[in-house]
């Protein structure tokens, strides 16, 4: 099998595309995320906290000498992205509960009868000549 037949196979199975898709729309749904922190709940939240910009926020371990840039440890940027990890890990426990929920409705719902055994079904049979004698 030649390499570019085998990896069109192996692009195609419908897992991988699955997966592709998840990828994308998991990129975007970040980004969403992202904005909606840094646009949306920490302007609010700065102004509450005595107009801080999060985004400013650092401490400088060693100032700016020349064309050397200053040394500086951003811990308002880490703050928000660490908002937007709670947003983003909440949101996928809220979509694996509902996932979960779902199948445990699947599971739930009752499954026809087994069908009888031959046994069960020559007894029955026996059963029957027997009540016609």
Do not use: C, H, W
């Amino acid at each position: 099998m030649s390499m570019i037949k085998e990896f069109k196979e192996f692009a195609m199975r419908g897992n991988v595309v699955d997966m592709a898709v998840g990828i994308i729309i998991g990129g975007a749904f970040g980004k969403i995320v992202s904005s909606f922190v840094a646009d949306v709940v920490m302007p609010p939240l700065g102004m509450l906290l005595g107009k801080v910009n999060f985004a400013d926020l650092a401490i400088t371990l060693k100032e700016a000498a020349g064309d050397v840039e200053a040394v500086t440890l951003n811990y308002g940027k880490f703050i928000q992205t660490a908002v937007d990890f709670v947003i983003i890990a909440f949101a996928i426990f809220l979509m694996v509960k509902v996932m979960n929920s779902m199948k445990k409705k699947e599971e739930t719902s009752p499954a026809p009868p087994p069908a009888p055994s031959a046994e069960e079904t020559l007894l029955t049979e026996i059963r029957d000549l027997l009540k016609q004698k």
